[in-house]
Antibody, heavy 118, light 108 residues
Framework: QVQLVQSGAEVKKPGASVKVSCKVS????????MHWVRQAPGKGLEWMGG????????IYAQKFQGRVTMTEDTSTDTAYMELSSLRSEDTAVYYC???????????WGQGTLVTVSS | SYELTQPPSVSVSPGQTARITCSGD??????AYWYQQKPGQAPVLVIY???ERPSGIPERFSGSSSGTTVTLTISGVQAEDEADYYC???????????FGGGTKLTVL
């Protein structure tokens, strides 16, 4: 059974960056493909990007390209999502989830609230 | 960019059947997935590959596909099924993920 435990809530000022972590247990990170999904308050789910095992590359949604970086530390089985140049519209709960865009997302972290406010 | 379209809301009485649709041009080529999300909780996968049910998901949840539309059906709706439901798929290239806008299911 995969368990994903995310880092705690963050408050950031506009223009800053945030880095959210997602610790994997039950499996090793190398056995999984990790993706990130966000949800603004009262809004729907939005796919941000994730690892494509067919290409061996991380794919980012066009909306976030240039502003998001997803990395992994296989020594600690922890995935990271860093979003830069934050603006108020980035206020959202950010989820990590395992799976693939063409196979669905079967395990989810508990979510991390990122608030962007001056 | 590619979009999936869902109705914003569906309402049914307990014991009735709820049907939630999701439309997208690439759905004949790409599988669809359905997630249930209750307030303050992470989404839960309830249907994968259009019509398969993960272990632990009640049999009253089913999925179907026809052309550019997929449908989540909940038979014998219970009060605990009240939640937001999201479809998810990939674009025609299979590279980029996309979610529908979500459907709020209200059990009257």
């Amino acid at each position: 059974q995969v368990q994903l435990v995310q880092s705690g809530a963050e408050v950031k000022k506009p223009g800053a960056s945030v880095k959210v972590s997602c610790k994997v247990s039950g499996y090793t990170l190398t056995e999984l493909s990790m993706h990130w999904v966000r949800q603004a308050p009262g809004k729907g789910l939005e796919w941000m990007g994730g690892f494509d095992p067919e290409d061996g590359e991380t794919i980012y949604a066009q909306k976030f390209q240039g502003r998001v970086t997803m990395t992994e530390d296989t020594s600690t089985d922890t995935a990271y999502m860093e979003l830069s140049s934050l603006r108020s519209e980035d206020t959202a709960v950010y989820y990590c989830a395992t799976g693939e865009v063409g196979s669905g997302f079967d395990y989810w972290g508990q979510g991390t609230l990122v608030t962007v406010s001056s | 960019s590619y979009e999936l379209t869902q109705p914003p809301s569906v309402s049914v009485s307990p014991g009735q059947t709820a049907r939630i649709t999701c439309s997208g041009d690439a759905l004949p080529k790409q599988y669809a997935y359905w997630y249930q999300q209750k307030p303050g909780q992470a989404p839960v996968l309830v249907i994968y590959k259009d019509s398969e049910r993960p272990s632990g998901i009640p049999e009253r949840f089913s999925g179907s596909s026809s052309g550019t539309t997929v449908t989540l059906t909940i038979s014998g709706v219970q009060a605990e099924d009240e939640a937001d439901y999201y479809c998810q798929s990939a674009d025609s290239s299979g590279t980029y993920g996309v979610f529908g806008g979500g459907t709020k299911l209200t059990v009257l």
